[in-house]
């Protein structure tokens, strides 16, 4: 009914009648999709920003942006345009080329995910048969270019930070693997298609209940962790670094890194729901007497399950950040290396045990 | 007294006993004084409560008001001066009382007077070039002297420490260190920093994330509060006082007009007494939740932050009413209050108790009870009862120490001796023992306001005080409890409407020179944790 796939298939073969050169189709489609992609990522942002802005001021008792439209709905629109109109000031002690381009290499690689993202049924940009690795290798990219922003800045709190965030986001990338990986053992493929397909009658957090949801549990933390946000900010906790790797970045520079940082969040949300919740498959129950239940389920587009997971899971997000005080690097690496990492080594063991037995 | 007469003669037979004082004062010879205040110290006079510089116009001299810490009561004044105003020297007692060592350095700073043997005998709050000594009474205040610099003097140029010490000849000798070494990671934290609390600017020493040495620098919001004080009326001086540490305001005022009360023998009707007391309860609970939401807000939980302003915004909302003021309340003069109290105060200070209540229960589930809160501030950063002595720690702090200190308690001011309430202490002095005391200070804060709410007696709220207030002359020493310890003002009169001298002791100082032990060897994370422990106001530093 609402689903977008028809739709897309009728802009293809309109094109294709229009034109009639596959290869000319397929290059404005490239253009088309790209552009799609990036007003998307924009959007995304705006709206997220808004979102925990109000959120947050919730938690807080407070009431938010108000001013700007109905319930200071354009706020995050003029603090885009705020932003694109700064200047952006040029350090002359730092390594101007790194400096520059460490910003870019940070929104790259969580741009770059959305290729492989699925946002509905036949939503998504490329097909990969390892779209989950594809992932977590692309988004963890955006450490390189954190660590060369601290680095090139040439000031001590931004080298203090840059460190601890390449200290976070190493140590964490292996729990959130590992996690992956024990999901990989009930889906028997990398290919979020299949991934997907799988969880078409139960999805894997109901399949396999015990070690899945550990998984899952696991994966929250160090995904979190890999955002840079709530009680893991160490990399740019304000009280302490002022603002961490990117002090010394203005204007739409500073702007990149902090794009990234929502949008990190929500393609750690995006990946939980993909892998833990079914990604954009509606919520059935395996059984002979639900039919009528799953039919209804059914009549919500899939799109809209996708972003209704993941905007769960990211207010989950928000309101363990607004609530937690921050860790200390010693207790954050502790905790993942002597207590999330052992944990998600043996899950995997049970996991496939799990699999072999049921 | 006679107690204390026995022990300074015992000690120096040619000690000077001062007759008609408030307070027992001995002066004693420049050279008795390392015989004297050692003495002192093995006798169990273990708090240097304060160390003020003067200037006597023939000589120059320091002032010590050094008090066991069990028995506070019992202060020791003790005097000496030397005549040399060109090279004046005298021994330091940095050795004694750890506090001294930033103390000595301020009537350097101030005064001119190098303490001998002294570790550093830096400036503490002018810049290292600057010339002349401001607090001396011939001291030269023209601008051409000590213009404002065109270029800002580099960190580096105030890092060498000169210490002076008397070799065999009885000449002074300068010796000059540095205080870091070339290759150490040195990193600015502050005077433009998110969690210093004011302007105050530390020099960290750093090996990876881990502190190495820490070097206070003061003076960013250096207003010389105290000399300007000496050319003001007593009604004028008032409002400097709440400009000193802001968050107790009402209370460093309380300080200044109970100390000139007391001096010109003023009786303050008891109306006024019980509503000061009440309102200074109700500025500590208001500055005990500033603390705790800013101590929240460095471990890195805003919304804590935001729960706490929240709370004490009903506070400030009482004080608009009944004073006009909010920060700067502006609410005592000299025999009382200002105007008498809003028809509503009585009503809106009890609804306020059994919300502030609600609201601590809702902080311990919220904060205390927070796995992540817990585990970051047990066992980090303690202080012992003896280095809280040592350093001077009052308040919160000191009593999360251990250290019955509470001004309260041992000289009790105001309406405090018609109330009951606990003096609440903490043995193991951890930042977690200094997080707890100040929610439980509330507690005891509500229960005092409980007690005095209902009681105010009828009558005036003010006596009444001569146009032009003057004081006898003579010397002056007033203590008061503040939010964050120890607030004692020391007037020096000469029966003239304006002060030859002023001193405020100033709480924070103290508490500032305690991070620097206490953070040694601890993590950079936890030093804000623990300077947010600490709870300090840098105006009130800053005099």
């Known amino acids: 009914m609402l689903e977008l796939d028809k739709f897309i298939e009728w802009i293809h073969s309109s094109l294709l009648d229009l034109i009639g050169l596959d290869w000319v189709v397929s290059l404005i489609e490239y253009v088309l999709i790209g552009v799609a992609f990036l007003s998307l990522y924009a959007v995304l942002a705006l709206i997220l920003i808004y979102v925990e802005r109000k959120i947050c001021a919730f938690f807080q008792c407070r009431l938010g942006p108000t001013r700007v439209g109905p319930w200071g709905i354009f706020q995050s629109i003029a603090d885009m345009v705020k932003i694109l109109l700064k200047e952006i000031i040029r350090i002359d002690k730092t390594d101007q080329l790194i400096f520059k381009v460490a910003p870019f290499i940070v929104i790259i690689g969580s741009f770059c995910t959305f290729g492989a993202l699925q946002f509905g049924r036949g939503l998504h940009g490329v097909d990969f048969n390892v779209g989950l690795f594809y992932m977590l290798a692309i988004s963890s990219l955006g450490v390189v270019g954190i660590l060369l922003a601290g680095w090139a800045s040439n000031n001590k709190y931004t080298l203090i930070g840059a460190m601890r965030s390449g200290a976070q986001l190493v140590s964490y990338e292996l729990s959130a693997g590992i996690s992956l990986l024990t999901m990989v053992i009930v889906s028997g493929s990398l290919n979020l298609t299949d991934i997907i397909e799988g969880q078409a009658n139960a999805w894997y957090i109901f399949q396999a209940p015990l070690p899945a949801l550990i998984a899952f549990v696991i994966y929250l933390i160090a995904g979190h962790a890999e955002t840079n946000r709530g009680p893991f900010d160490l990399p740019e906790a304000e009280s302490e670094l002022t603002a961490g790797y990117h002090t010394e970045y203005s204007g739409i520079q500073f702007g990149f890194f902090y794009l990234a940082e929502y949008l990190n969040m929500f393609i750690i949300a995006a990946i939980a729901a993909t892998v833990f919740l079914g990604g954009w498959q509606p919520f059935h129950i395996n059984a002979d007497w639900a039919a009528s239940f799953n039919g209804i389920m059914d009549c919500i587009p899939t799109w809209a399950w996708f972003f209704g997971k993941v905007f769960a899971l990211i207010f989950l997000s928000l309101w363990v950040r607004w609530t937690f005080p921050r860790l200390r690097i010693d207790q954050l690496l502790k905790l993942e290396w002597k207590i999330l990492m052992p944990i998600s080594l043996v899950n995997l063991l049970l996991m496939a045990v799990w699999v072999l037995i049921f | ?543």
């Open chain 2, 1 to 543: 007294m006679e107690n204390l007469e026995k022990i300074i003669l015992s000690l120096a037979p040619d000690a000077k006993i001062e007759e008609n004082t408030q307070r027992f004062t001995a002066t004693i010879a420049p050279e008795k004084l390392r015989k004297v205040a050692e003495g002192l110290k093995a006798k169990g006079f273990d708090y240097l409560m304060c160390l003020t510089g003067m200037d006597y116009k023939d000589s120059l001299g320091v002032i010590y008001h050094i008090a066991p810490s069990n028995d506070e009561a019992n202060v020791i004044v003790l005097k000496t001066s030397t005549p040399d105003r060109e090279n004046p020297n005298l021994p330091t007692v940095s050795d004694l009382w750890e506090i001294a060592y930033f103390y000595e350095r301020e009537v350097y700073d101030f005064y001119g007077i190098i303490f001998t043997n002294h570790p550093d005998m830096r400036r503490l709050f002018l810049r290292e070039d600057w010339k002349g000594f401001p607090f001396r009474k011939d001291y030269d205040a023209n601008p051409a002297l000590n213009p404002i610099p065109e270029k800002v003097p580099s960190v580096e140029s105030f890092e060498n420490v000169p210490t002076y010490s008397i070799d065999k000849d009885g000449k002074l000798v300068k010796k000059e260190y540095p205080l870091f070494s070339k290759d150490e990671y040195v990193v600015n934290f502050g005077p433009q920093h998110p969690s210093t609390h004011g302007v105050l600017h530390l020099r960290i020493s750093l090996e990876g994330e881990i502190i190495k040495h820490i070097d206070p620098h003061f003076g960013y919001i250096h207003r010389g509060v105290e000399k300007m004080c000496e050319s003001m009326t007593y009604p004028q001086m008032l409002y400097l006082t709440e400009r000193l540490d802001y968050l107790c305001g009402t209370m460093n005022r309380h300080a200044l007009c109970a100390c000139i009360e007391k001096a010109a023998g003023i009786e303050v009707p008891a109306r006024a007494q019980y509503v000061r007391t009440i309102i200074d309860e109700l500025t500590r609970i208001a500055s005990h939740l500033i603390g705790w939401a800013c101590m929240c807000n460095d471990m890195g939980s805003i919304t804590a932050f935001i729960y706490g302003m929240r709370d004490r915004e009903k506070i400030m909302d009482i004080y608009e009413e009944t004073a006009g003021g909010r920060l700067m309340v502006n609410y005592y003069v000299i025999g009382g209050l200002a105007a008498d109290i809003h028809p509503n105060f009585q009503n809106r200070v009890k609804e306020f108790i059994p919300y502030m209540r609600k609201m601590i229960k809702e902080y311990h589930v919220l904060f205390t009870g927070n796995p992540i809160a817990y585990g970051r501030m047990k066992n980090i950063g303690i202080l012992s009862k003896e280095k809280a002595v040592a350093l001077g720690v009052t308040g919160p702090s000191g009593r999360a120490s251990g250290w019955a200190c509470d001004v309260r308690k041992i000289e009790p001011y105001a309406a405090y001796d018609k109330v009951n309430f606990e003096e609440v202490l903490h043995k193991e002095g951890g930042t977690f023992d200094r997080y707890m005391i100040r929610l439980e200070e509330i507690e005891q804060s509500l229960r005092i306001i409980e007690q005095l709410i209902d009681n105010i007696p009828e009558g005036d709220f003010k006596a009444k005080v001569p146009a032009i207030v003057k004081i006898p002359a003579g010397e002056y020493y007033q203590r008061v409890e503040n939010a964050r310890g120890d607030f004692s003002i020391y007037i020096n009169s000469t029966g003239d409407k304006n002060p030859y001298r002023v001193k405020f002791r100033s709480p924070c100082l103290s508490l500032i020179t305690a991070l620097c032990p206490l953070c040694d060897k601890e993590k950079i994370a936890d030093l804000i944790m623990i300077s947010g422990s600490m709870d300090y106001v840098i105006p009130c530093v800053d005099r």
